[in-house]
């Protein structure tokens, strides 16, 4: 019978264990860039609409009309939209795109800046603070829903109900 206990009065040496020192559990953060993620609204809507919204500053977000619920990472698909960037010194930019192509250079704007894009009888406008800044040269016609294509960790969207 195999047994490691030393008979009774007699000594038996262990090995040493090396001991592990302890250590904290921690946190790590990895940042996810790429355009990898995004989402479309539930509402498909047809005839005369508008999406309005907010932006808070981003590495990369693609805000605008969408005719599919189809790859939503893809910012290409967004029909009628604007794209959401930072510049060279930090500070959030706006441009319209239309189905990847950007047709406005970049600007700077601010966090509580109000975006809109508006269809009525097929034409699509664009607006910033209630100002108009574009018509579109692309009619819109169908159903329509929001969507939104990001780039990066945190990057994010906010609607905003408006009348």
């Not at 206990?5 to 302890?22: E, L, M, R």
């Not at 996810?32 to 907010?54: H, I």
């Not at 969408?66 to 604007?82: K, N």
């Amino acid at each position: 019978m195999a047994n490691d206990a030393p008979a009774p009065g007699t000594c038996k040496t262990y090995p040493a264990i090396p001991a592990v020192p302890s250590r904290p559990s921690y946190f790590t953060t990895e940042v996810d860039e790429g355009w990898n993620a995004g989402a479309n609204s539930v509402k498909q809507l047809s005839g005369d609409v508008f999406l309005a919204f907010t932006q808070p500053q981003v590495r990369g977000a693609a805000m605008g009309f969408v005719t599919s619920r189809d790859t939503p990472d893809y910012y290409e698909r967004i029909t009628h939209g604007f794209m959401f960037t930072s510049d060279a010194i930090g500070r959030p930019t706006w441009a319209i795109m239309e189905s990847g192509r950007l047709l406005t250079n970049p600007a700077v704007y601010a966090p509580t800046s109000v975006f809109r894009i508006e269809r009525a009888n097929g034409v699509v406008s664009y607006l910033l603070d209630g100002s108009l800044i574009m018509i579109s040269q692309t009619e819109s016609v169908g159903q329509v829903m929001a969507g939104c294509s990001l780039y990066s960790s945190g990057d994010a969207v906010e609607s905003q109900e408006q009348p």
